[in-house]
């Protein structure tokens, strides 16, 4: 009994001991940093982002719990795979043979059998731009003149968004009565002259391939014609 009396003390101060122990032991635990977490992110382009067909695109992702042997492999549509190794994780993608649709891109970054991913989708669209008119211009040489000039009416300084000079289709009206005084052609240039002085207003209609017409008017004076006096500088001599 006195024995037991003696080792009591002992025995409570050892599991006061062995309490303390895991105690500080699950503290210790408690307070041990949290695992760090393996992230991949497509930072651009966002995520449903329009982007216009014919673009360069900065494809970038951005990566962390990884060491620095990380690598990146980028998927366009399960078919356009590129692997980038180191930060910044970033590749060019050219948009320029594409049509309008809906992508995914995909960014799966990898170290050992370490993998984590990030997909998005983005929409290629292709904006219209709507057909204009041609820009008809006509020059005159030359400015000014008589009826006895033959003025040339020259239509090649005109343009088309679409088309080529040579394709587009002119007709005029010397004039400026109303009437035309050719048909539809290709034809760029038109000699024409006058019989009658005046001041006309010469008018040119152009239309391109889509059948769109603009037209312009151009001012253009015509005088008398300077004819010499063919009796000019002949002296008459009296007869007898």
Same mark, same amino acid.
């Given at each position: 009994?006195?024995?037991?009396?003696?080792?009591?003390?002992? *025995?409570v101060?050892?599991?006061?001991g062995?309490? &303390? =122990? $895991?105690?500080?032991?699950?503290?210790?635990? #408690? +307070?041990?940093?949290?695992?760090?977490?393996?992230?991949?992110?497509?930072?651009?382009?966002?995520?449903?982002?329009?982007?216009?067909?014919?673009a360069?695109?900065?494809?970038?992702?951005?990566?962390?719990?990884?060491?620095?042997?990380?690598k990146?492999?980028?998927?366009?549509?399960?078919?356009?795979?590129?692997?980038?190794?180191?930060?910044?994780?970033?590749?060019?993608?050219?948009?320029?043979?594409?049509?309008?649709?809906?992508?995914?891109?995909?960014?799966e970054?990898?170290?050992?059998?370490?993998?984590?991913?990030?997909?998005?989708?983005?929409?290629?669209?292709?904006t219209? *731009?709507?057909?204009?008119?041609?820009?008809?211009? &006509? =020059? $005159?040489t030359?400015?000014?003149?008589?009826? #006895? +000039?033959?003025?040339i009416f020259?239509?090649?300084?005109?343009?088309?968004?679409?088309?080529?000079?040579?394709?587009?289709?002119?007709?005029?009206?010397?004039?400026?009565?109303?009437?035309?005084?050719?048909?539809?052609?290709?034809?760029?240039?038109?000699?024409?002259?006058?019989s009658?002085?005046?001041?006309?207003?010469?008018?040119?209609?152009v239309?391109?391939?889509?059948?769109?017409?603009?037209?312009?008017?151009?001012?253009?004076?015509?005088?008398?014609s300077?004819?010499?006096?063919?009796?000019?500088?002949?002296?008459?001599?009296?007869?007898?």
């Amino acid at each position: 009994m006195n024995m037991i009396t003696n080792f009591f003390p002992h *025995i409570v101060f050892l599991i006061l001991g062995i309490m &303390i =122990l $895991i105690a500080a032991c699950k503290k210790k635990d #408690d +307070t041990a940093p949290a695992p760090v977490q393996m992230k991949c992110e497509i930072i651009n382009p966002l995520n449903e982002a329009e982007i216009q067909v014919g673009a360069i695109v900065n494809v970038e992702a951005e990566v962390s719990g990884f060491g620095s042997g990380a690598k990146v492999v980028f998927t366009i549509d399960s078919l356009h795979v590129i692997e980038v190794g180191g930060s910044p994780y970033i590749f060019l993608w050219d948009t320029k043979d594409l049509l309008p649709d809906t992508i995914k891109i995909r960014a799966e970054a990898y170290e050992g059998a370490k993998l984590v991913s990030d997909t998005i989708t983005v929409f290629l669209i292709d904006t219209i *731009i709507p057909l204009q008119p041609p820009v008809p211009i &006509i =020059l $005159i040489t030359p400015n000014t003149g008589t009826t #006895d +000039t033959v003025f040339i009416f020259d239509a090649s300084e005109s343009h088309d968004q679409e088309d080529m000079v040579e394709d587009l289709l002119f007709r005029w009206d010397f004039e400026g009565d109303g009437e035309w005084d050719t048909d539809f052609s290709h034809e760029l240039t038109y000699e024409y002259k006058y019989s009658h002085t005046g001041h006309y207003h010469v008018r040119m209609e152009v239309m391109d391939t889509d059948t769109m017409q603009a037209d312009t008017t151009v001012s253009l004076v015509v005088t008398h014609s300077i004819t010499p006096d063919p009796c000019e500088g002949i002296v008459s001599i009296p007869y007898g």
